[in-house]
């Protein structure tokens, strides 16, 4: 869970910057960015709340792949979108390394 730790700060705060404004922008032409955000919202709270504990995301991330066609990004979307897209993957991938 190490390099879960070290990639949950790295990319965090940008997620939590990006993924709001994404909905934003794109929810109208990209209804599933919603349930991404909503997924989003979800984790981010267990791993705040779990603290130096490892949360239990199996079910969030195994959802994740299943909206976002395992993180496949839009032709039509903006860098924001394909960052956030880029940067759950990353999490996903090291939350199951």
Do not use: W
């Not at 130096?52 to 039509?76: A, W």
């Amino acid at each position: 869970m190490k390099k879960f730790n070290e990639v949950k700060e790295r990319n965090i705060e940008k997620l939590e910057q990006y993924v709001p404004v994404v909905a934003r922008v794109h929810g109208g032409s990209h209804p599933e960015f919603h349930h991404v955000r909503k997924l989003f919202d979800e984790i981010n709270e267990k791993m705040k709340s779990a603290g130096s504990e490892n949360p239990e995301l199996d079910n969030e991330f195994e959802e994740l792949r299943e909206i976002t066609d395992n993180y496949t990004v839009p032709g039509d979307v903006c860098e924001s979108y394909e960052a956030v897209y880029n940067m759950l993957g990353e999490l996903d991938k090291a939350y199951h390394a």
